[in-house]
T-cell receptor, first 113, second 115 residues
Framework: GQQLNQSPQSMFIQEGEDVSMNCTSSSIFNTWLWYKQDPGEGPVLLIALYKAGELTSNGRLTAQFGITRKDSFLNISASIPSDVGIYFCAGHPNTGTASKLTFGTGTRLQVTL | DGGITQSPKYLFRKEGQNVTLSCEQNLNHDAMYWYRQDPGQGLRLIYYSQIVNDFQKGDIAEGYSVSREKKESFPLTVTSAQKNPTAFYLC??????????????FGPGTRLLVL
């Protein structure tokens, strides 16, 4: 199955720094989702995007649906230790058929004090 | 509280044994999904069901089977034909399968280990 290109694969940052990660696809998506997964737990939905160009915030998190419909970005401002985890993007073409979500390979975020 | 529950949290399987992983949701969602996650990798779709009494194979269905007899339940059986079953298994559900209804919500996962 297709997978999205997500970058960076991992990152170390200091507490208080801002974080940026992105996801790109070779095909167009009409839905972009961002999830966070803690070790040994299921992914938790952070932000859902349904319209090209849409910019949506959830607390310190901001995500954008790229104009080309082939990418999405997630920013975390003023990182804190509990931001540690793996962040996944997911896209859906919404073609009206039994299409399925495609997931990125994840960005592992580690925060140093 | 509405949500998705998976049991057990940890499951051990002996060689040649079938095991069944439970997934229950009380969100009144039509669609349910099973994913497999291996260390350092993304999620791979095993099976999904858009409606009761119907299900389709995902990308890695070989060695697995499912049933959808009730809207709230979507159990996954890992059969002896699955030669490398050790993984973290995630169940998800979504309100539907088009547009915003495709937004999926995940359970806490079951870790399967082979003895």
């Amino acid at each position: 199955g297709q997978q999205l290109n997500q970058s960076p694969q991992s990152m170390f940052i200091q507490e208080g720094e801002d974080v940026s990660m992105n996801c790109t696809s070779s095909s167009i998506f009409n839905t972009w989702l961002w999830y966070k997964q803690d070790p040994g737990e299921g992914p938790v939905l952070l932000i859902a995007l349904y319209k090209a160009g849409e910019l949506t915030s959830n607390g310190r998190l901001t995500a954008q649906f790229g104009i080309t419909r082939k990418d999405s970005f997630l920013n975390i401002s003023a990182s804190i230790p509990s931001d540690v985890g793996i962040y996944f993007c997911a896209g859906h073409p919404n073609t009206g058929t039994a299409s399925k979500l495609t997931f990125g390979t994840g960005t592992r975020l580690q925060v140093t004090l | 509280d509405g949500g998705i529950t998976q049991s057990p949290k940890y499951l051990f399987r002996k060689e040649g044994q079938n095991v069944t992983l439970s997934c229950e949701q009380n969100l009144n969602h039509d669609a349910m999904y099973w994913y497999r996650q291996d260390p350092g990798q993304g999620l791979r779709l095993i099976y999904y069901s858009q409606i009761v009494n119907d299900f389709q194979k995902g990308d890695i269905a070989e060695g697995y089977s499912v049933s959808r007899e009730k809207k709230e339940s979507f159990p996954l059986t890992v059969t002896s034909a699955q030669k490398n079953p050790t993984a973290f298994y995630l169940c998800a559900s979504s309100p539907g399968t088009s547009g915003y209804q495709e937004t999926q919500y995940f359970g806490p996962g079951t870790r399967l280990l082979v003895l």
